[in-house]
């Protein structure tokens, strides 16, 4: 970005009298402002969803046990989220129990051959037809809600049986209108950051309580 572009965002920095101590003060505000707006965005999700986190999980692990896998997608910074929760899942900490998950963003060849050859709406949904199996599970991210490949993704993945689980922004876009996700979490914000702040939350907590669901399940 341009030094113009920082200075209409943080015009506060580039005043030519500028006061340092006032600077400080507009600094610490807006810093103060948008942590309070997370934690209350937190709340309303944990409100909101609470109860169906708990059922998305008791489904996931029901999934897992009976030998399904995790498939999970997104664009741009919603492509890093699915990542981490493939992460998340595949990799835990010590102590808790590796799941299969596999990142649809990951395989850059895959991902640029679909959409040289075909287009890239179709990148998700292509690989969910070929590794897809009922049973298994597709986790969908969008801050939008709009993201068409994501909604060809959750299209197929529900054609084919899949436990579908989504993420979005906003009031859901065409995600909350689509009817083929089983559970649907929808930030009610029109900031990116906090959006993205809180599906990394939410996407935790799923994790957590899933764990929670395998290890109280009968052996």
């Given at each position: 970005?341009?030094?113009?572009?920082?200075?209409?965002?943080?015009?506060?920095?580039?005043?030519?009298?500028?006061?340092?101590?006032?600077?400080?003060?507009?600094?610490?505000?807006?810093?103060?402002?948008?942590a309070q707006e997370i934690v209350e965005?937190?709340?309303?999700?944990?409100?909101?969803?609470?109860?169906?986190?708990?059922?998305?999980?008791?489904?996931?692990?029901?999934?897992?046990?009976?030998?399904?896998?995790?498939?999970?997608?997104?664009?741009?910074?919603?492509?890093?989220?699915?990542?981490?929760?493939?992460?998340?899942?595949?990799?835990?900490?010590?102590?808790?129990?590796?799941?299969?998950?596999?990142?649809?963003?990951?395989?850059?060849?895959?991902?640029?051959?679909?959409?040289?050859?075909?287009?890239?709406?179709?990148?998700?949904?292509?690989?969910?037809?070929?590794?897809?199996?009922?049973?298994?599970?597709?986790?969908g991210l969008s801050t939008s809600g709009?993201?068409?490949?994501?909604?060809?993704?959750?299209?197929?993945?529900?054609?084919?049986?899949?436990?579908?689980?989504?993420?979005?922004?906003?009031?859901?876009?065409?995600?909350?209108?689509?009817?083929?996700?089983?559970?649907?979490?929808?930030?009610?914000?029109?900031?990116?950051?906090?959006?993205?702040?809180?599906?990394?939350?939410?996407?935790?907590?799923?994790?957590?309580?899933?764990?929670?669901?395998?290890?109280?399940?009968?052996?």
């Open positions: 970005m341009s030094e113009g572009g920082f200075e209409s965002l943080y015009p506060f920095l580039y005043a030519k009298d500028s006061d340092v101590a006032a600077v400080l003060a507009e600094v610490r505000r807006s810093t103060e402002e948008k965005l937190r709340r309303t999700m944990a409100e909101r969803y609470g109860d169906r986190l708990v059922e998305c999980a008791e489904a996931m692990a029901r999934s897992f046990t009976a030998g399904g896998r995790l498939f999970t997608f997104g664009n741009g910074g919603s492509s890093s989220d699915a990542q981490a929760v493939t992460q998340l899942f595949c990799r835990p900490a010590p102590g808790y129990r590796p799941l299969p998950a596999i990142s649809l963003t990951n395989d850059i060849a895959v991902v640029t051959a679909l959409s040289n050859d075909v287009g890239f709406e179709v990148v998700f949904a292509r690989q969910i037809a070929a590794w897809g199996r009922g049973g298994d599970i597709a986790l709009g993201s068409a490949n994501v909604l060809h993704a959750f299209d197929e993945a529900s054609r084919r049986g899949l436990l579908t689980v989504g993420f979005a922004g906003y009031q859901g876009g065409k995600m909350a209108e689509a009817g083929t996700i089983d559970y649907l979490f929808v930030v009610p914000s029109s900031s990116v950051h906090r959006i993205q702040e809180a599906q990394t939350t939410a996407y935790h907590v799923l994790w957590e309580l899933t764990q929670r669901a395998l290890a109280a399940a009968p052996a």
